[in-house]
């Protein structure tokens, strides 16, 4: 049976609108992060804004961040930061599988 695009965390299902709602942020607070480069959404062909569900979770992350007093500078540093260390870890795994250590 082939994979629906509901299944898949990656595909651009959601709304600007309903991102907000289901959130309970502003549409206005979700278009300063992707013009700031915090989240950048994937855009229909009528150019409308749309979210994933891995979209909606960095969002919510975000958010958690903006409400402990970080700067959108600041936050945008910090998810960089956090792929980086994702990427490195993912390495490290595929380098401790190729010598056959368990880790």
């Known amino acids: 049976m082939p994979e629906l695009p509901c ?7 959601y709304s ?10 502003r549409q206005a607070y979700l ?3 992707d013009e700031h480069d915090v989240i950048s959404p994937s855009r229909s062909s ?5 979210y ?3 979209d909606i979770k960095t969002v919510q992350h975000v958010t958690d961040l903006a409400d402990q007093g970080m700067t959108l500078i600041a936050i945008r540093r910090i998810l960089q930061l956090e792929r980086e260390l994702s990427d490195v870890r993912r390495e490290l795994a ?4 190729r010598l056959g250590d368990p880790g």
């Open 7 to 13: 299944d898949d965390e990656h595909a651009p299902l």
């Open 16 to 25: 600007l609108g309903q991102v907000a709602d289901m959130l309970q942020v």
């Open 31 to 33: 278009r300063r992060l």
């Open 46 to 50: 009528g150019r409308q804004r749309r």
């Open 52 to 54: 994933s569900r891995r």
């Open 94 to 97: 595929e380098v401790r599988t």
